[in-house]
């Protein structure tokens, strides 16, 4: 159950982090990196693409927030997120685009499922 948590955690951070840089190369276009590559399946302006990052950190942030409080919903705000994030990458990118972004999303979801299916587990109905 602990290396669950941890996985968890680590990746949720991650995914946090990722976001956020994102947002921000949306918005700056930083010599070497530049902006973020969003496919040719839509035509989104770099601003949106930006704000619908923020708005991903902040899902994670609050998902986050819930699940180290134990929270019942603080986990399914992290999975949910993270199904999400892979359905939007294959949807701008291609079904077999497969990048360290998918990958960790997809570990974040095996192992949110993994949590909830412990026999330990128990949902919290309210505020502690």
């Known amino acids: 159950m602990q290396i669950l948590k941890w996985?968890?955690?680590?990746?949720?951070i991650e995914k946090m982090l990722q976001h956020s840089l994102t947002a921000v190369f949306f918005i700056f276009s930083v010599p070497g990196i530049g902006t973020p590559d969003?496919?040719?399946?839509?035509?989104?302006?770099?601003p949106t693409m930006a704000m619908l990052n923020l708005l991903m950190v902040l899902l994670f942030v609050a998902g986050f927030y819930g699940f180290l409080k134990n929270f019942s919903w603080g986990i399914w705000l992290v999975a949910v997120p993270a199904a999400a994030?892979?359905?939007?990458?294959?949807?701008?990118?291609?079904l077999f685009f497969v990048t360290v972004s998918v990958i960790v999303s997809a570990v974040l979801v095996a192992a949110c499922t993994a949590y909830v299916k412990q026999d330990k587990w128990m949902p919290v109905t309210g505020d502690r």
């Open 38 to 46: 969003t496919g040719t399946r839509f035509v989104i302006d770099n």
């Open 85 to 94: 994030d892979i359905v939007l990458e294959f949807m701008f990118h291609g």
């Open 7 to 12: 996985i968890i955690i680590l990746a949720t």
